[in-house]
């Protein structure tokens, strides 16, 4: 999954990209994978599963 699907106002977590790369960095949020210089995304299940946590 790309960022923009991640975050809001179109994806279904409600923080700013500087949250989510700081989340990232402390280990909050799941490591991204890099799939060229300018292109990073994050593995669906991951995120499915980030999701499910938040609203547990």
């Known amino acids: ?3 923009s699907s ?3 106002p179109t994806g ?3 923080v700013s990209k500087s949250s989510w790369w700081a989340g ?3 280990k909050k949020y799941p490591q991204p994978i890099k799939l ?3 292109t990073t995304c994050w593995r669906a299940e ?3 599963a980030l999701i499910e946590i938040k609203l547990s």
Do not use: F, T, W, Y
């Open 1 to 3: 999954m790309r960022l």
């Open 6 to 8: 991640i975050l809001a």
């Open 12 to 14: 279904p977590i409600p």
């Open 24 to 26: 990232v960095k402390a």
């Open 36 to 38: 060229g210089p300018r």
């Open 46 to 48: 991951e995120i499915h």
